[in-house]
């Protein structure tokens, strides 16, 4: 029986997939990413210590769900935003850093589970595999 990853939950995948990725030598957690935010509508770093393998796993699954052919670093940048919560002022969207979007995708990249093409990235077979591997995981 062949699992998709579209039946398991997100949350669950996202963290099934992101231990698989802790095993990949080549996706590794820079040494700032735990004291930056992850946006300007944050209001605090990220509190989670596997923060970066998470955000990995979620950009491959974005990548595979997607209506799109390839997505670039703006549109996860639009997707990761969220709202700013202002006192005063209504609350407006405001849009993820790039930075974090960016070297995550390199990061996959260099461990060929994405790959980069005109306009964006697009996954792989290998890409779809570690879904797939990951989404058996959590079906189990």
């Known amino acids: 029986m062949v699992m998709k990853s579209l039946e398991v939950p997100a949350g669950r995948l996202i963290d099934s997939t992101a231990k698989h990725l ?3 030598p080549e996706i590794k957690p820079p040494e700032w990413v735990l004291m930056v935010k992850s946006g300007s ?5 990220p ?19 997607t209506d799109r052919k390839n997505l670039g670093v703006r549109r996860l940048q639009h997707k990761y935003g969220g709202r700013t919560s202002h006192t005063v002022a209504r ?3 405001r849009k993820a850093g790039g ?8 990061q996959l990249e260099k461990a060929g589970l ?13 890409g779809k595999k570690l879904l ?3 989404a058996k995981a959590v079906a189990a």
Do not use: P, Y
Not at 99 to 106: C, F, G, N, T
């Open 91 to 93: 609350s407006h969207h």
């Open 47 to 65: 509190t989670d210590d596997d923060f970066w393998f998470k955000r990995c796993a979620s950009i491959l699954r974005t990548l595979l769900t």
């Open 132 to 134: 797939e591997k990951s």
């Open 114 to 126: 994405v790959k980069k093409e005109k306009t964006g990235r697009v996954i792989t077979n290998a």
């Open 22 to 24: 802790k095993a990949v």
């Open 41 to 45: 509508h944050n209001e605090r770093i």
């Open 99 to 106: 930075k974090i979007i960016r070297v995550a995708m390199q």
